[in-house]
Antibody
Framework: QVQLTESGPGLVHPSETLSLTCTVS????????VYWVRQPSGKGLEWMGR???????SYNSALKSRLSISRDTSKNQVFLKMNSLQTDDTGTYYC??????????????WGQGVMVTVSS | DIVLTQSPALAVSLGQRATISCRAS??????????MHWYQQKPGQQPKLLIY???NLASGIPARFSGSGSGTDFTLTINPVQADDIATYYC?????????FGAGTKLELK
């Protein structure tokens, strides 16, 4: 059974660093890519970055300077770190998986999401 | 980045057909593959994959959902609309990184 579960702090202070973990089960991180997608409250979905099945990463250019994604395959976990948080980073953060391949790229399983509030 | 444009909202009556459109700023097709996908999101829930590669129904999705299109113009059709279909619908392209989303179309009852 495929599952992705996000975890992390619900409250982060402005200028601090957000650290989130996506723990997966039912599939291998060396067979699927894991993406982070966020959603400001009441707004649409934003692709943040990805950890590819082969360990490569790529980031949304708008966030690249603040964002880092890593993984621990032995623990089936993918990590997101984003620094210099501001109030407009408030929202729900999702991890989701993608089957690699040029004709794929769609998100077939999603985590429940973790709500992050940036506030002093 | 490829920009996907959706209408913000669509009002429909139960039992009728709903047609939701998504237009890309450049082609999202490669050869015979149309790299546009559709998701449904209800309040407080994560998005759910409905249609992949423009016209393929995802596992467990009812047959009243269908997708079509190629190049830059794509359509999600729900026929007939049921009460459980009231949600926001997003298109997403995987032709180029970043794999952008449309802003979403909120399906409302007329």
């Amino acid at each position: 059974q495929v599952q992705l579960t996000e975890s992390g702090p619900g409250l982060v202070h402005p200028s601090e660093t957000l650290s989130l973990t996506c723990t997966v089960s039912g599939f291998s991180l060396t067979g699927y890519s894991v993406y982070w997608v966020r959603q400001p409250s009441g707004k649409g979905l934003e692709w943040m970055g990805r950890m590819r099945y082969n360990g490569d990463t790529s980031y949304n250019s708008a966030l690249k300077s603040r964002l880092s994604i890593s993984r621990d395959t032995s623990k089936n976990q993918v990590f997101l770190k984003m620094n210099s948080l501001q109030t407009d980073d408030t929202g729900t953060y999702y991890c989701t998986r993608v089957l690699p391949g040029a004709t794929g790229g769609y998100f077939d399983y999603w985590g429940q999401g973790v709500m992050v509030t940036v506030s002093s | 980045d490829i920009v996907l444009t959706q209408s913000p909202a669509l009002a429909v009556s139960l039992g009728q057909r709903a047609t939701i459109s998504c237009r890309a700023s450049q082609s999202v097709s490669i050869s015979r593959y149309n790299l546009m996908h559709w998701y449904q999101q209800k309040p407080g829930q994560q998005p759910k994959l409905l249609i992949y590669r423009a016209s393929n129904l995802a596992s467990g999705i009812p047959a009243r959902f269908s997708g079509s299109g190629s190049g830059t113009d794509f359509t999600l059709t729900i026929n007939p609309v049921q009460a459980d279909d009231i949600a926001t619908y997003y298109c997403q392209q995987s032709r180029e990184s970043p794999h952008t989303f449309g802003a979403g179309t909120k399906l409302e009852l007329k």
